[in-house]
């Protein structure tokens, strides 16, 4: 199994940027993709980005794309989302997940990290 723990959640303003990290423990060598996703209170989860573990192109919803940058550190057995220009719409409990099956079915999940935007 593969163990998730996000962080780096927190309140800030409209406008401003926050990076999260999920490290990742356990069978690591497992993992073929890393994935954000986020859930807004009475709304459903919803992806955000995802990077593969070898590095091919990343994927973006297109309510972030241009804002958010998801990247990873294989070393570290990390991935990373940069959120920048942060709306109130982007507020929501982040998730990180893994695929451990190269199908993009993310079935291992972090707790989760709550960011909060004000307007």
């Known amino acids: 199994q593969v163990q998730l723990v996000e962080s780096g959640g927190g309140l800030v303003q409209a406008g401003d940027s926050l990076r999260l990290s999920c490290a990742a423990s356990?069978?690591?060598?497992?993992?073929?993709?890393m994935g954000w996703f986020r859930q807004a209170p009475g709304k459903e989860r919803e992806f955000v980005a995802a990077?593969?573990?070898?590095?091919?192109?990343?994927l973006y919803a297109d309510s972030v794309k241009g804002r958010f940058f998801i990247s990873r550190d294989n070393a570290k057995r990390s991935v990373y989302l940069d959120m920048n220009s942060l709306k109130p719409k982007d507020a929501a409990v982040y998730y990180c997940?893994?695929?451990?099956?190269?199908?993009?079915?993310?079935?291992?999940w972090g707790p989760g990290t709550q960011v909060t935007v004000s307007s």
């Open positions: 990077i593969s573990w070898s590095g091919s192109s990343p």
């Open positions: 997940a893994a695929d451990l099956t190269g199908t993009h079915d993310y079935r291992n």
């Open positions: 356990g069978r690591t060598s497992r993992i073929y993709a």
